[in-house]
């Protein structure tokens, strides 16, 4: 009887399955154009109520022959019966028959399930592994962890992230941002709109894609009206079409930082998981008091979420490595998406994280315990797991690629972000699988061998090679800038190329790096890269992580260098956060270090020295009025970080002119459009000089991250000898101005206004 029944199944499984195809199939045929079946177009509920009997005949089938619930199960028997109908779909979608965006959408769910059952039965088999084979520490229970970390360092953690939100919460409205207006006062609503009227497609609202930006921002579209404040330009004159301008910013970006600082504490669970409570307290506090990394949570743009984002992904990735958990692997999976949702730089993970596998293999000794070809097989299988959760995650929060699926590769892995190392990408995978398979990891594995045995002088040359940089970087800054002009070269960071040789390049992307973090964090990272002249490291966790941030940062800088881009502070922002990290790691070896050598009787403790850390935090913050700008005490003041600044200046620049004499009727001429958010009077940014003259110029404002650009217009318009030319370019270098204003007391770093005369 039972053999009866499940012949009964089987059957009635495959003719549910025939008869979706079938009428699958007949529905796309009467969609297409000049079709005998064009007819029946006209009344497609129809198809639809017959997709509807075959969906519910569907559940009821597996139901009734089902007793006993198993999801993986049930699951695969959907998967099976609409597997015919989904090839035809695919059929119809990649011929561009029209069809509604719901067939897209099922479709994409037909994808995401299939992958996810995939993934669920990996992940079974994995964790079904002896023991004694698989890593897989003693876990604590979330109330566990709690009481295991213990109310001091709890305290510390919650006064750490206030300081975090109470900095960036101060003047969070009083400066108007480069770029930001392409966000709060467009993207962002138009995103929402869209949404709302189920324009799926309309959803593209960039090229980063700032998907998440949209998603955290949402809220203000409740409270501000986009089209009510957004600036006009007319004839070069700027116009805000309301004075509030304050509460506005207010409205987009306090979620962004409410979002950052209640998400903050999740570095501090992860390298505690990785690392240990005192490395993961001082690594904590370094990131959450890093003034770079609070400037830029006070900005509605990609970069203040994708520093977030990107090094979490690491950081789950390590302890999956560390502990063998898969919820830290899923994790860094969605971390991963949802970076690639803010940013399409993040593709550079992808190959990181590849390249992990062999790092792994090399400096990990517990990985030797097995074969090369068994250990590439089952981390091949991991790296598929994360790329699944991080596409899944992108897919399900992307809208645009509900109805566009092939925009789900050329987003990330076909990205232009990830176009000229693609090529090297895949024919590594293709290598490694083929030969894997074919010539059972022959070759693979004697690279690997011979990579084992030099594994300690390898170490040495790309730690070498760090510590070069940053040892020339340091030089070429305290000697004057003698060999490479790095403030030069990172006023226009997208046209450094022929400006300098690919050493210049690459040197100058560590420039705002080493001068744009703390002394403290400067002086660890100096310190770091000696910890690697002893074959021991490679058995402690915390130096294998630094070192694979080691390579991690050397390979972005070499990806910039190849794509002829100068890293300025913002387009490096995510390496911000690792660079704490590591001299969070750095700072516990060095008292390890002085304990040894008896210079410390006692390791200090870890409260006392995470107070330090937080008393010296909280002082360089307050002492740092525009955190985004920040320069290290050890940057010659003649000198600063920020040549592309996201506004530095611009209220208090605009707060001057106010108290001006009828400052309504005035009129100024500024390069800085942000100062116009905030003035009262008129303002203009063009080189409309027939209107400047005739209106009456007042003021001109000059700021330094403009020189560049304005003196390339100038130079233009001298050329052309054109009439009425206002040598705008010479106030730059003009002395004696009305106000003047140094960001972070920087003289290089300003806002300046003078009197205008003919």
Known sequence: MET?????????????????????????????????????????????????????????????????FSFEKQLAKILFIGLPSMLVILFAINTSIPLHYIFHIIFGVYILLSGFLLTFLFIRKESSIPKNIQKQPHSLSYKQWFIDQGLPILLLLLLTTS???????????????????????????????????????????????????????????LFKSTSEYKTLHTEGEIINLKNDVESYYFAFRFPILLFVTLMLPLFYFFLERLLGKRRALFSFIFIALSPVLIGMTKIVNPDSLLWFFSPLSLLSYFVFLKRGAFRYLIFSGIFL???????????????????????????????????????????????????????????????????????????????QAFEKVAPLFLFLIVFILTDQWINKSRLTNTFIQFLIKIKYKLSLFIVGIFLFSLLATIWNTWSGMTFYSFMELLASPKTIAGK????????TNFYPMIFGVTPFVFLLLCIAPFCFFKKQWMTSTSLRTTFYLFIFIVLYYIATTVNHVAAVVRYQIILFPLVAIIAGIALEHFLEFLHKK?????????????????????LTLFTTPFPLSYASSFLPNKYSTDMKDMGAGSYETAQYLNTLPHAEDLLIWTD????????????????????????????????????????????SDITNNKPGLIRFDQYYLKKNPVFEIDINGRPSHFVKVFKYKE
């Open 4 to 68: 009866l029944f499940t012949k009964l199944e089987n059957r009635l499984y495959r003719n549910i399955s025939l008869i979706a195809f079938l009428w699958t199939l007949i529905f796309i045929i009467a969609q297409s154009k000049n079709s005998f079946l064009s007819s029946l177009k006209t009344n497609n509920d129809l198809f639809y109520l017959g997709f509807i009997i075959l969906s519910i005949l569907t559940i009821g089938s597996i139901a009734y022959f089902s007793p006993h």
């Open 163 to 221: 300081m975090f939100f109470l900095f960036g919460l101060s003047r969070l409205t009083q400066y108007a941002a480069v770029d930001e207006p392409l966000w709060i006062d467009g993207r962002i609503a138009r995103y929402w709109k869209n949404i709302g009227e189920l324009d799926w497609k309309g959803t593209n609202i960039s090229d980063k894609p700032g998907i998440t930006v949209a998603l955290v921002t949402g809220p203000g579209t």
């Open 337 to 415: 998406g949802l970076a690639l949702l803010t940013k399409y730089v993040a593709n550079i993970l992808f190959v990181f994280f590849l390249g992990l596998i062999l790092l792994e293999y090399i400096y990990n000794a517990k990985n030797t315990l097995i074969s090369f070809p068994l250990y590439l097989k089952k981390s091949l299988g991991y790296f598929a797991v994360l790329t699944f959760s991080a596409l899944s995650t992108f897919y399900i929060l992307f809208p645009a690629v509900w109805v566009k699926p092939e925009k789900l590769l050329s987003s990330t892995l076909l990205s």
């Open 500 to 507: 300098v040789d690919i050493i210049g390049t690459y040197l």
């Open 598 to 618: 008896n210079t410390l009787k006692e390791k200090p403790s870890i409260l006392s020295i995470a107070s330090i850390l937080l008393f010296f935090g909280i």
């Open 672 to 715: 800085k459009d942000g100062v116009c958010k905030f003035f009262v009077g008129r303002c203009m940014g063009s080189l409309n000089y027939d209107r400047l003259h005739s209106e009456g110029l007042d003021y001109i404002v000059v700021s330094s991250g403009r020189q560049s650009r304005t003196g390339k217009m100038i130079s």
